[in-house]
């Protein structure tokens, strides 16, 4: 699997960051004075918004849901998914750290798919990774379709709460909301 870009997908007020989660604050210039929320998370530093107030982003469990993919007619070489020419059956797993964390059943003959989850998700410390990796199943060994890599994860990438990436007919989104 080749390294994908990540897309931060940002609601309105949200900070702006770039694929290493640096940027600015929001529309109050950070720190969340006058409160926040998960669809306006105005925290900055090392934090996130839970429950209207910035707690730490580290360690903390995030609800992993909403994961979404969509692949090109064709696999990564340029072939047909599958032997007779049909479309992929799309599945995807959770990685955090390397380690699994969920997977989800496949979903036949499909170039799109949706899981609604959710998936716990374990960040002990910044510098954390999360993959969602979609692949095609097959009798013997899964094909790999895609991989959304945030790695390493930032408090930033976090207060986003979508991450997304998309590259060459790929696209893969998920969201992550901290608990």
């Known amino acids: 699997m080749s390294k994908q870009g990540l897309v931060l997908l940002l609601s309105l007020g949200a900070c702006v960051a ?45 609800r992993l849901s909403n994961i979404s993919v969509t692949v090109p007619t064709t696999d990564p070489d340029g072939a047909a998914w599958d032997a007779a020419g049909g479309a992929p059956d799309l599945l995807v797993e959770v990685f955090v750290n390397g380690t699994s964390v969920g997977a989800t059943a496949a979903v036949q003959d499909q170039f799109s798919a949706a899981f609604p989850g959710p998936y716990g998700v374990t ?29 390493p994860i930032t408090a930033a990438h976090l207060r986003a709460r979508e991450l997304a990436c998309t590259v060459g007919g790929n696209s893969l989104s998920y969201r992550l909301d901290p608990q």
């Open 123 to 151: 960040l002990n410390a910044a510098g954390s990774s999360v993959i969602v990796t979609a692949s095609d199943e097959d009798l013997t060994v899964n094909d790999p379709a895609f991989s959304c890599a945030a790695n």
């Open 18 to 62: 770039d694929e290493n989660g640096r940027g600015g604050g929001g529309v109050d210039g950070g720190g969340g004075v006058g409160g926040c929320s998960s669809s306006n998370d105005t925290c900055s530093g090392e934090q996130v918004c839970v429950q209207g107030a910035c707690v730490a982003a580290f360690p903390r469990v995030y």
